[in-house]
């Protein structure tokens, strides 16, 4: 017989060894990464007008491979997509004081990388279904400041672009499609992170695929991925060679990715599509499991968009269950169950925001006499987004675990017997 009882009261666990780790990488990786230290050239980078400005052999490979993949006039790859970040809000031409709309639910790097040139993060609240940042809050949030929207597709769903890029068209603003957490989804016949004037993804460790730490910035625009390449690479010691007029925000950095990564990066965008389409499966066989539990709603996915499941996030109705999410969490989590989040991000409550400090100790860039006065932060300025984090959002996280057959048959079996017990929760 089946032992029924749950885990939390005593009974026996589904989930009795931990799933294995999800791991992207290979013995391709072990090779390409191999060749390159035997080579003996981890990084060819110059920061200067020279021949080397653009980097090594791996980089130009990579980048040339990146651009075919996504179909993309210009890659340019970083350090990290952090960086990735920092350099588009600076190749748009931000001033001091500029405002950039960010949806409240995304890594803290997007907002931050507004702060880094002195310009100011206005956090908008997100849809209610898809996470994504709404449409009419980023109307609501324009002022004469607005410079551009940063769009995030959260969890791996594509955001509205065809409304974003027309609400930006008509205010004479920017996109920044920030693709971390969705490579190789698609938005109509476009990959993510293809649609913003600049956009890209993130090779950080727990992303779909990754170099360890990395990032890919990508454009169709010839003047920004000029101004891109100058802030990866200590721009101002470069700049007299290009053909540039507007020196403003070429402050450079060292924002290059190593020969190593890229050649990892090269293995690991092969197999993008496979890891995609596999998890992508996985999704699907949970949503058709789970889908008649009472009070959850799974993840939808809009019409000419692929979700790729950076997270499997879901919405727990508590007053039609009459359970608690934290019940039901930590139920899933006495069943063995690992990586299930209450909740997200809500950066807008973050103390630097909360107590608009940031540059040293007076309020610098909020203060200064660029920016719009009273920019608020304030708890309520994202409804949706609050409310999802503090009763009904709950996610496994989908980079954590490998997920074979037998395990998906597992974490199904946990959610099922914890819905089957839920009285015994109440
Ligand atoms: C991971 C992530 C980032 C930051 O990427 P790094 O490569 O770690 O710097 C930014 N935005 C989102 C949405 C992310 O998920």
Request: glycine share 8%; proline share 3%; with cysteine.
């Amino acid at each position: 017989m089946i032992d029924n009882k749950l885990a939390i009261h005593g009974g026996d666990k589904i989930i009795k060894n931990p799933f294995i780790k999800y791991n992207s990488l290979g013995s391709e990786e072990v090779e390409a990464a191999k060749k390159v230290v035997e080579s003996g050239v981890l990084s060819q980078f110059i920061g200067a007008d020279d021949r080397d400005f653009l980097g090594g052999e791996k980089v130009k490979e990579f980048e040339e491979l990146c651009k075919n993949y996504f179909n993309v006039k210009h890659v340019i790859s970083v350090n990290s997509w952090t960086s990735g970040l920092i350099a588009a809000v600076g190749a748009i031409g931000i001033e001091p004081g500029d405002e950039v709309i960010v949806p409240t639910w995304t890594m803290c790097a997007c907002p931050t990388s507004i702060i880094h040139w002195n310009a100011i993060p206005v956090f908008a609240d997100i849809e209610s279904e898809t996470f994504n940042i709404d449409p009419d809050s980023i109307i609501k949030n324009i002022t004469h400041k607005t410079k551009a929207i940063m769009a995030v597709d959260i969890f791996g769903h594509p955001s509205n672009m065809n409304v974003i890029r027309e609400i930006a068209d008509k205010h004479n603003l920017k996109v920044i499609s920030d693709a971390a957490q969705s490579p190789g989804s698609k938005y109509f016949n476009s990959y993510t992170g293809t649609l913003g004037d600049i956009g890209g993804y993130s090779l950080n460790y727990h992303k779909h695929i990754h170099t360890g730490e990395g990032g890919i910035l990508v454009t169709n625009d010839d003047l920004l991925a000029e101004k891109l390449r100058l802030i990866r690479n200590h721009g101002e010691a470069a700049v007299k060679g290009y053909n540039i007029k507007n020196i403003e925000n070429i402050i450079g950095y060292n924002f290059r990715l190593g020969e190593i990564e890229c050649a990892i990066g090269i293995e690991q965008l092969k197999k993008l599509k496979d890891l995609v389409d596999s998890r992508i499966k996985i999704a699907n066989t949970i949503t058709s499991e789970l889908n008649y539990l009472d009070g959850l709603q799974l993840p939808i996915v809009k019409e000419n968009c692929t979700h790729v499941y950076y997270s499997y996030s879901m919405k727990i109705n508590t007053t039609e269950i009459g359970v608690e999410r934290s019940q039901i969490a930590n139920a899933l989590a006495a069943e063995g169950l690992e990586g299930v989040a209450e909740g997200y991000a809500n950066l807008h409550l973050l103390p630097m925001y909360q107590k608009k400090i940031a540059y040293g100790s007076s309020g610098f860039p909020w203060n200064s006499e660029y920016a719009r006065k009273n920019i608020n932060y304030n708890k309520g300025i994202c409804p949706v987004a609050e409310n999802l984090h503090d009763n009904s959002l709950l996610s496994i996280e989908m980079c954590m675990h490998q997920l074979h057959d037998h395990d998906l048959e597992l974490l199904i079996k946990a959610f099922k017997k914890v819905w089957n017990n839920l009285d015994k929760l109440k």
